[in-house]
């Protein structure tokens, strides 16, 4: 506001806010300023350029104050558009703080900041792109993104203009990721990173970081570009002093320059890869600690951005044993915030196996950070802990957090329990070590152990004949040491009721025991205990004052108003002396076998630990891999879809559709898992529909659905300690399923195990797909599970599935889709399998949208065209966008792709050779067929701007459509 420090009467109306002693006197003051305001602003006398900036400057004041403005946005508008610097600064500040990108007054302003881009006065420039970054959405991308990046690459815009623009751009990005084109900018950020002045590269690492971050594809170009920089700023080469924090050269720009090449999972430069590795290793070479705070932070933050990399990059073991040696330095220091970040570290490089026996060298320092005042240090040294922890160490890791658990946090204790129940599970030498840990585990942690955990060691007890009486005297001691913790009280119920005949001559202690804790137990644990004691009373008939203290309390509790409890003691009342009762009375027989519920409960705990690994196993490729591992393809496109878009495939009416049986593999090569691929396959016989599983929840934004919830290397209760990593090859998932809602054929997903590929026909709303399942790895994929959660819009049936994929084998899956109606649900194809004896789930979605199930109109008039197309009034039925482009418009690969779509292109309709007219027909069961119509409208004079019109029935049809086409043109 210091630029309204001429203004008296503004500084008048501060001080009397000031003065004000209550929210009322304020409120009333304000209200009366802004009638006055308002009246002004209305009065038909021109107020005069002090008096605009005036009142202006007083909205803004009751703005920041959190009152409502609703006028005085024209006003600000007008400002903009003055020929006065003061003027138009008043009114850039206003419209930045006041407007928003959903305003309408918003477009107001377009031309006025295009001119003062184009302007050559710097202060308008930049004060029109700082007000574009604060309020630019789509809108302004579109009609603004070409000036700004002009002024971001010319040569002659000065440098203050250029920083500005690169973040405006970024801002801008954020916003319509479509403004730049990889084949163009890539180049200009190579030229941009080339800049000597500091202020303009550090601006522009800012902007490549949030580029590559959206998707770093094409930008590889960028990689040496980058590495120069890492190497100017690490040797402090031609660095001004301006830049210089505390004896370091820029050390923002160096943090931002590492944190770019993050994006990146391969450098195959040789020459570029050792010299990043050459400034990697000086740098963790020479990590001095200083007396100097902010030093220390800007050296750490360089330090801890380098060793993240180096993880990412997978670089030599002896290098990351570097890192290690030196993170256990960090962990022994007492600036809480670089014992933090030493541990934090410290975890992720636990996920590399070579630097375990490293790690474990820590052991001593990592437990007494389980001591720190600090809680968000001892979580990280208990993730850490529970990361380092392996079948070596394992007795001791427990014993240790054992010992903890007693002067633990209430905060962190039910996941300290745990963890401690999963390790001893996972790492256990003997069952009966086992069951000891956690009976100590129930016995100190009490109330903080879950159900979950006792009804384990129920079932292990059960099922192993040699440790009932171990653990029987073991929870028997616990009881006579005064152990009377609820769930401990539920566990030695269970376990004396059942086996304490086991323990000779303990049948009244283990009587008594439990009596005088049945009157402050919970319901529950009452039920628990009056069955032991029904059994107790049976296996001793000769103890006439256990058999008659038992009766009481069955007559007792007979008459109690919870009803389980009474039923239980009439009943066991009843039984009680008759010959029946040792036979209904006997051991519970043995539990089946399953998995551990334990192994599922650690999931949601380990989310939110200490960061995994970033990129693990997708560094720099490993030259001594071993000889028997699958050779790399030589295109991630085995079916040859790249240039799907270009050519469409001609209609195959779906009777014609002949599908090979599941189970058959016809691929002759065994790379090329989807080679069987074609029309004229066997049939398949008709299977019967596989059992879907639960519904999920809906895609969120994406209207085609997102790619968040897809789990690779296990599912979410699998993954924490899942040795399987499956990793992507030959694209991304959102590259294959976007070119499958143009295709029907192509990839769907593929890893080093698995290669998954879909053929589909759709006539009207019916659609049959199948799922092709390649096994690429050297072993078998078992346990194979095809399942596809309902979901309302669409009816989908699962064929036969078979259990096993042999090695370097195909099967195929059927799957029969029905439209119901036009939704923006995407069905979801769950796949789960197990590889080398660990389960791995993966989520997907079946490239089903509404466009699947466009028909092309064969041959339509133009006046039944232009009567349906004027009957549909306008939006949200007929949307409209104008687009424009860095490179001309191919009017061929349009067409083909319009036609991929669904769409027949209406040769004639339109007599202009650059506009396209184009008509389908969805059909869905619950609404039978509707038209959409598309106009494609491209500029004839520069053919890098058209403007796309979709117009049907259905507004969510309509919707979808527009987006999948921009998507792709």
Known sequence: MSTSGGYRGLQNFINEIRQCQSKEQERARIDKELANIRTKFKSDRGLSSYEKKKYIWKLLYIYVLGYDVEFGHMEAVALISSTKFSEKQVGYIAASVLLHENLEFVRLVINTMQKDLLSRDENYQCMALTAIANMGGREFAEALSGEVLKLLTSSSTRTVVRKKAALCVLRLFRRNPDIVSVDTFALKLCNLLQERDLGVLLSSMSLLCGVVSHDPQGYEVVIPKVVGVLERVAKGIDIPQDYTYYGIPSPWLHVKALRALHYFPVIENDTVWTKLQEILRRTISSAPIDKNTNKNNALHAILFESISLMMHLNMDSEVLAQCVTLLGKFVSIKEPNIRYLGLENMSRLSLVPEMMSTIKSHQEQIVLSLHDPDISIRRRALDLLYRMCDRDNSHEVVDQLLSYLTTADFAIREELALKIAILSERFASSLKWYIDVIISLIDKAGDHVSDEVWYRV???????????????????????????????????????GEFGQLLQGSGRDIFYLLKDRLGSATVLTKGLILSAFAKI???????????QSVAEIFRRYGSTPDAELQQRAVEYAALAGKKEAGTVMAAMPKFPERESALLKLIAAETEGSALPLAGAGRGR???????DALPPTQSGDLLGLDDAIEAPPAAIPVDALTLPSAGQAQ?????????????????????????????????????????????????????????????????????????LCVANKGILYQDQFLQIGIKAEFQKSQGRVMLFLGNKHTGDLTNVVVAVPPVPAYRVQ?????????????????????????????????????????????????????TKFLAPVASVDGNSFFSMWKSIPGPP???????????????????????????????????SPNNIVAIGTFSCESAGEAAVMLRLEVDPRSLKQYRITVASTNALLTSSTKDLLLKNI
């Open 458 to 496: 129920v079932q292990i007890v059960t099922n192993n004949e040699s440790l009932q009486s171990h653990a029987a005297a073991n929870v028997l001691r616990k009881l006579q040491d005064g152990s009377s913790h609820e769930t401990m009280l539920k566990l030695s119920a269970y376990i004396l």
């Open 537 to 547: 009373a049976t296996r001793n008939p000769d103890d006439a004052e256990v058999t």
């Open 621 to 627: 490729p490993n030259t001594d891999a071993s000889a």
């Open 667 to 739: 691929s002759s090569d065994p790379l090329d898992l989807l080679g069987g691929l074609t029309v004229s396959e066997s049939a398949a016989p008709a299977a019967a529909p596989a059992p879907s599983a639960a519904a999920p929840s809906a895609a969120g934004a994406d209207p085609f659905g997102g790619f968040s919830d897809l789990i690779v290397g296990g599912s979410g209760e699998e993954a924490s300690g899942s040795k399987v990593q499956p990793q992507l090859m030959g694209g991304t998932v959102e590259d294959w399923y976007a070119k």
């Open 798 to 850: 699962v064929g036969a599935v078979p259990n096993a994929i042999a090695t370097q084998a195909q099967v195929q899956v059927p799957v029969a889709v029905s439209c119901v109606e036009a939704s923006l649900d995407v069905p979801k194809l769950q796949v789960v399998y197990t590889v080398e004896g660990e389960a791995v789930k993966l989520n997907l979605q079946l490239p089903l949208i509404p």
């Open 877 to 911: 039925k007929k949307l409209q966008q104008i687009v424009q482009c860095e490179e001309q418009v191919d009017m061929g690969r349009l067409q083909g792709m319009i036609g991929s779509v669904g769409f027949a292109v209406a040769q004639g309709l339109d007599p």
